[in-house]
């Protein structure tokens, strides 16, 4: 099945902890991106990338790390979370310019 | 940069009636396309429809449509025939030429039986 697969789908930790939300589609997919959902703002971009060891920064890439050494693969990494990075994230993929994203089902991430 | 903007952060339509989503965006760019996606509780991110921007005619996918005017940098979606399985939180997006895409706000639907 053509899908976008984040992991974990649930995550609590605490400030300054390390993590990595790990993103993977198997649609051999040009581009992809991550998105964090809070409520009243929409999605904002935090990374996309338009190709293998190809990223830039979205609206809020602070705090927040990307690579893309593999074209499947696209982890984010927050090297010292926290509380104002809890949020809904997603990882979304796309096959070509002007093609709209897949979505993975997203990560609830909370940092106390 | 882009900015996208959704006015109208809910919504309410009768089941069978008709509704129209409003959205506008600001570019400097001349190509680029737009989309709206829908997002059920179940918190899935689904597409809806795309257009692109150098295209006149207003894309249609079955109960929903769009009315795009270049001009006036306006993208509204219009869902036709409602049903209880439309209600959800619409957003819409704009993408550049190199798939840098960006939201708006939304705007949550609910579907009245």
């Known amino acids: 099945e053509a899908q976008v697969t984040q992991n974990p789908r649930y995550l609590i930790t605490v400030t300054g902890k390390k993590l990595t939300v790990t993103c993977s589609q198997n649609?051999?997919?040009?581009?992809m991106s991550w998105y964090r959902q809070d409520p009243g703002l929409g999605l904002r971009q935090i990374y996309y990338?338009?190709?293998?060891?190809?990223?830039d920064k979205g609206d809020v890439p602070e705090g927040y790390k990307v690579s893309r050494k593999e074209k499947r693969n696209f982890p984010l990494i927050l090297e010292s979370p926290s509380p104002n990075q809890t949020s809904l994230y997603f990882c979304?993929?796309?096959?070509?310019?002007?093609?709209?994203?897949?979505f993975g089902s997203g990560t609830r991430l909370t940092v106390v | 940069a882009q900015t996208v903007t959704q006015s109208q952060p809910e919504m309410s339509v009768q089941e069978a009636e008709t509704v129209t989503l409003s959205c506008t965006y600001d570019?400097?760019?001349?190509?680029?396309?737009l989309f709206w996606y829908k997002q059920p509780p179940s918190r899935q991110m689904i597409l809806v429809i795309r257009?692109?921007?150098?295209?006149?005619q207003n894309a249609t996918e079955n109960r929903f449509s769009v009315n795009f005017q270049k001009a006036a940098k306006s993208f509204s979606l219009k869902i036709s025939d409602s049903q209880l399985g439309d209600t959800a939180m619409y957003f819409c997006?704009?993408?550049?030429?190199?798939?840098?895409?960006?939201f708006g706000a939304g705007t949550r639907l609910t579907v009245k039986p």
């Open positions: 979304a993929s796309s096959p070509d310019r002007g093609y709209g994203y897949t």
């Open positions: 649609m051999n997919h040009e581009y």
């Open positions: 990338s338009m190709n293998v060891e190809v990223t």
């Open positions: 570019t400097s760019e001349n190509n680029y396309y």
């Open positions: 257009q692109e921007a150098y295209k006149q």
């Open positions: 997006a704009f993408m550049k030429p190199n798939n840098d895409m960006r």
